[in-house]
């Protein structure tokens, strides 16, 4: 079983639509959350930290269950420039390398 | 933000030789860099740790001969594919913390094709 996964879509959606992808990590004892997003042939860039009580970026929202070893990203009122590939990353300790999963696409259109 | 700079961005390579990737960091010290290998459509995969005036950590899996790691300064770690095939091509880049957050920076990657 991968320690990270991730449902890889695609998801295809219009403009304006709402969109939340989910994730699910192995390791019980994963410290930090985040969610990165990545461009075709480029780099990942955190999007956003994930916490237990919820953090809200603007249009994205993202959330942490513990006991469930669940994490998600809500994205609201989808653009066009928000097509990419969505990580989800764990984290074990602060300064140890990440855990990425494998992405979930997001192809927004108009 | 911190800067990680990785040379080249992209290289072509016939089979057999090998090839030099370096990954520097422009506006800090990291005294341990990973890096990682990313295939089409897969995730990114932690190939080694590189630690500075020490042996780098391997990941399972993952040949240490074939793979050299050298990280001799605090700013700069390289990462050697040698005598390189072609399923050695591949998405390869690197990541380091500042210290000072959980926040990880990562390089441009390089795109690397053997022929």
């Known amino acids: 079983r991968k320690e990270v996964e991730q449902d890889p879509g695609p998801f295809n959606v219009p403009e304006g639509a709402t969109v939340a992808f989910n994730c699910t990590y192995s390791?019980?004892?994963?410290?930090?959350f985040f969610w990165y997003r990545q461009d075709c042939r480029k780099e990942p860039k955190l999007l956003m930290s994930?916490?237990?009580s919820g953090n809200e970026d603007g249009r994205f929202t993202a959330q942490l269950n513990r006991a469930s070893q669940y994490i998600s990203l809500l994205i609201r009122d989808s653009k066009l420039s928000d097509s990419a590939t969505y990580l989800c990353?764990?984290?074990?300790?602060?300064?140890?390398?990440?855990?990425f999963g494998k992405g979930t696409t997001l192809s927004v259109s108009s | 933000g911190a800067v990680v700079s990785q040379h080249p961005s992209r290289v072509i390579c016939k089979s057999g030789t090998s090839v030099k990737i370096e990954c520097r960091s422009l506006?800090?010290?990291?005294?341990?860099m990973f890096w990682y290998r990313q295939f089409p459509k897969q995730s990114l995969m932690l190939m080694a740790t590189?630690?500075?005036?020490?042996?780098?950590?391997?990941e399972q899996g993952v040949e240490k001969d074939k793979f050299l790691i050298n990280h001799a300064s605090l700013t700069l770690s390289t990462l050697t594919v040698t005598s390189a095939h072609p399923e050695d091509s591949s998405f390869y880049i690197c990541?380091?913390?500042?210290?000072?957050?959980?926040?990880?920076?990562f390089g441009q990657g390089t795109r690397l094709t053997v022929v």
């Open positions: 990541s380091a913390f500042t210290g000072e957050d959980t926040e990880a920076f």
């Open positions: 390791n019980s004892a994963s410290q930090s």
């Open positions: 994930v916490y237990s």
């Open positions: 990353v764990v984290n074990h300790q602060a300064g140890t390398a990440l855990i």
């Open positions: 506006d800090f010290q990291a005294t341990t």
């Open positions: 590189s630690n500075e005036g020490s042996k780098a950590t391997y």
